[in-house]
């Protein structure tokens, strides 16, 4: 089983920047894809980022220019720098990840992490 990690969230300042990463555990198979959803308290689990293994990304256009996803220098990585943050970009913020490619890349993948609480305070 599968089972991802994240860290990095936390408290800061609207326009201010934060770094997640999420790393995978308990697998040997390399994930093809992995990415980044976020839910707001009250709201509906939404697309905020993901990328394949050739660096092929799609991103959520509320994020646009404001966050970049990678994959990390180690296997089975993924971070997400967030910069100029909204107070509205509060939210848990989850890791997803898949290990074979998928036609749509914004669909999530069968593992997901535990969540990094994200808030920005006005």
């Known amino acids: 089983q599968v089972q991802l990690v994240e860290s990095g969230g936390g408290l800061v300042q609207a326009g201010g920047s934060l770094r997640l990463s999420c790393a995978a555990s308990?697998?040997?198979?390399?994930?093809?894809?992995m990415g980044w959803y976020r839910q707001a308290p009250g709201k509906q689990r939404e697309l905020v980022a993901r990328?394949?293994?050739?660096?092929?990304?799609v991103y959520a256009d509320y994020v646009k220019g404001r966050f970049t996803i990678s994959r990390g220098n180690a296997k089975n990585t993924v971070d997400l720098q967030m910069n100029d943050l909204k107070p509205e970009y509060t939210a848990d913020y989850y890791c997803?990840?898949?290990?074979?490619?998928?036609?749509?890349?914004?669909?999530?993948?069968?593992?997901w992490g535990q969540g990094t609480q994200v808030t920005v305070s006005p």
């Open positions: 997803d990840a898949a290990v074979r490619s998928a036609i749509n890349l914004a669909q999530a993948g069968a593992y």
């Open positions: 990328v394949n293994s050739i660096s092929s990304h």
């Open positions: 308990r697998t040997v198979v390399t994930l093809n894809t």
